[in-house]
């Protein structure tokens, strides 16, 4: 596995900064009204997404979740078109017709946020086959909650990952909660990287704040993958800093407890402070990044509000390919 | 002036009283109480959502969390589960979050519980309702915006019903759960908040029968679930121009009641249905090809259906709006059946 150089530490904590930016300003601008139906915000978990997919290109595949923004900026997607999107905008990643629950962009490998839970499962698997099938080196990973491991489509994807061995890499993001279930009721399991091994799979569960460990651990999965030695299950601890949902009270989460050592902890802050200290990243260095970062989301946000709405016969357009 | 309340709290209040009545009666479901062994909630007995929409709400700290089950995010498992539940004895009523979720869930109804008695002879009960939610118009994009309720009345052995407002909701909520079968009971999410009179007592509304909302002469409507308020619109509009508009909600979608719509069309020779389903299978199609086989002959117009496109629900809310049903549309198709009557 390639060593953290410059380079990629620069790209990613520009990364980590666009989804924070991102995920912020999608939360104030949701409380005002203007980006209508349900968004699940990303802002806590940047480590897992940005992690992970610095390793890939965009011939790698990846299959997201209901919490898909994270993924799809990791992914390298448009950000003025991702926040078109989310207004709605024909101008948007999806010409407004999927949402922040369907953004997508199959360019650049980024098979789409998923509204079904567990319904990323089987896709990746399908992209792994596909990339065994025409033997290329590329992989397919499957972000997924805690609590997507419960549907039975985690159970049958990863077992056919382990007897085909196919080149997908699970990335579990545990953020403790299901919408409003703790993962220690929902779950037989304590980690879900304890059912790995059932499957044969080799699994790990890894800090999932700390941006440094998630990237190691992806790397060796992503780098099995690629050289045919077959599917990994990462468990990443990690939190959400809003609720499940823009309007969750969030009665659940306790003012003490297991999980908030991770509520409590900024990954962004941490691999600044790391990146600084390894001299990856100078502070004028970061200082710049985090600019460049606001303006960029601010752009977005500009371009989102002036693009227009969907044209009327676009609603009768693409169910069926030509 | 009588109780007005929320069409969701008459569905609350309809488990409560199921639930006072018959302790065999459980509720399963993802969040229906929410935060399941978190200490601050135990301790308070609360629940952390009561349900996505908050429609189940205080029923766990009411019958506890062993009749108010909050389930992992395991549809197959737990409406498996209540199908084999109500076999062996219970009354469950598991709860399907957006009813577009039935993919993961399927097999439970189209290949178990709706079999089952058939299959054993007569034997098996399963007395089990599914409550579950439909609709467009709330921006939840294509995965939480269909309207399925036409699938599901397309199983033998599985009841559905779409009620329209807080008075049929609670009836018709008890009626199902009374019933010895399984019955789809689909909430249009878009209606939680709509008031309406609903008595405090334990009242059952018909299954299977549909009711008049408005008596005409010269044009029946048909509606499912929320296209009633459309109807009643276009009904509005048309009396201005002196067309008397029969309003049929029809409630109950398998099976349907087809007295009821066959006798008004014996009156106005004229029939639109509006169901918001895609256009192709569904309720309305089933309703005018049974209407023009057994009415042909007091018909005086094509039978018409307005529905939504067949198209998946798109996200941006201009197309939303354009997807629905809407009374402009039935306006338009209303034209082209009553043209002779304004010559
Ligand atoms: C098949 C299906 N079941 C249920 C839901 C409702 N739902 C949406 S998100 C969610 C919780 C998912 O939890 P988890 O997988 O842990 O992801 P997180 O939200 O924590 O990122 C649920 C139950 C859904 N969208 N799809």
Redesign the pocket.
């Known amino acids: 596995m390639e060593k953290l150089n410059k380079e990629r530490a620069a790209w990613i904590y520009k990364k980590m900064n666009d989804i924070r930016n991102f995920e912020n300003e999608v939360h104030e601008i949701f409380a005002t009204g203007s980006i209508p139906g349900f968004v699940?915000l990303y802002a806590g978990e940047e480590a897992v997404a940005v992690g992970v997919c610095a390793h890939l290109t965009d011939n790698d595949y990846i299959t997201s979740?209901?919490?898909g923004h994270g993924h799809c900026i990791a992914k390298g997607c448009d950000l003025n078109q991702m926040m078109a999107e989310i207004y709605g905008k024909e101008t948007g990643l999806c010409k407004g017709k999927g949402g922040s629950m369907h953004i997508a962009d199959i360019d650049k490998g980024m098979l789409g946020a998923n509204?079904?839970?567990?319904g990323g499962f089987p896709i990746a698997i399908g992209a792994g086959l596909r990339n065994q099938y025409l033997k290329t080196k590329d992989v397919a990973v499957c972000f997924?909650?805690?609590?997507?491991a419960n549907?039975g489509t985690f159970h049958e994807s990863i077992n056919m990952a382990s007897i085909w061995k196919l080149p997908v890499v699970f990335v579990n993001?545990n953020?403790s909660?299901?919408?409003a279930t703790p993962q220690w009721y929902a779950s037989g399991s304590k980690r879900i990287a304890d059912r790995g091994p059932a499957y044969g799979i080799p699994s790990e569960t890894v800090d999932g704040k700390d941006l440094m460990a998630v990237y190691e651990a992806a790397g060796k999965a992503i780098e099995r993958a690629r050289n045919g030695e077959g599917p990994t299950l990462i468990e990443c601890l990690t939190y959400?800093n809003y609720g499940?949902f823009e309007g969750d009270e969030q009665k659940y989460k306790a003012s003490s407890g297991d999980e908030n050592t991770f509520a409590k902890r900024d990954c962004i802050k941490e691999f600044r402070q790391y990146a600084v200290d390894k001299k990856l990243l100078s502070a004028a260095g970061a200082n710049k990044i985090e600019k460049s970062s606001t303006e960029d989301i601010e752009h977005a946000i500009k371009f989102a509000e002036e693009s227009e709405v969907p044209k009327p016969e676009t609603l009768y357009q693409d169910v069926f390919a030509d | 002036m009588a109780r007005r309340i929320a069409f969701m709290k008459a569905i609350n209040e309809a488990l409560d009283q199921a639930m006072a009545k018959d302790d065999k009666v459980i509720l399963l479901g993802?969040d229906i109480a929410g935060g399941a062994k978190v200490k601050q909630l135990e301790k308070e007995n609360e629940d952390a959502w009561g349900g996505v929409f908050g429609v189940t709400k205080g029923l766990m700290p009411k019958y506890g969390r062993k009749r108010v089950i909050d389930t992992p995010?395991s549809?197959m498992g737990y409406m498996g589960a209540a199908v084999g539940a109500a076999a062996t004895g219970l009354r469950p009523v598991p709860e399907l979050?957006f009813n577009d979720?039935i993919g993961?869930s399927l097999d439970t109804i189209l290949a178990q519980g709706s079999k089952m008695r058939y299959m054993f002879g007569g034997k098996a009960r399963i007395p089990m309702t599914v409550r579950t939610t439909h609709g467009a118009g709330a921006s939840a994009a294509a995965q939480h915006s269909g309207s399925y309720y036409g699938l599901f009345g397309s199983i033998p052995g599985v009841k559905v019903v779409v009620p329209s407002n807080p008075y049929d909701a609670k009836g018709l909520l008890l009626s199902a759960i009374e019933d010895d079968n399984i019955v789809v009971f689909s909430e249009d999410k878009t209606l939680y908040g709509l008031k309406g009179e609903v008595p405090e007592d334990y009242y059952k509304v018909e299954i299977g029968k549909a009711k008049i909302k408005r008596e005409g002469k010269d044009l029946t409507i048909v509606t499912i679930g929320k296209m009633l308020y459309v109807a009643l619109d276009v009904a509005d509009q048309l009396a201005k121009d002196g067309i008397e508009t029969e309003v049929i909600d029809l409630l109950t979608v398998a099976p349907w009641d087809q007295e009821t719509v066959i006798e008004s069309v014996k009156k106005t020779g004229r029939l639109i249905v509006i169901d918001e389903a895609h256009p192709h299978n569904n309720t309305a199609k089933d309703i005018a090809a049974v209407v023009g086989d057994k009415a042909f002959d007091y018909l005086d117009g094509p039978i018409k259906t307005v529905c939504a496109p067949n198209t998946p629900v798109p996200f941006a809310t201009n197309l939303e709006q354009l997807y629905l049903p809407s009374p402009k549309r039935v306006l338009e198709t209303a034209a082209e059946l009553i043209d002779d009557l304004k010559k």
């Open positions: 699940h979740t209901h919490r509204g079904m839970v567990g997924f909650g805690d609590g997507a549907e993001e953020n909660f299901g919408e959400r499940h | 993802e995010i549809e979050m979720f993961f």
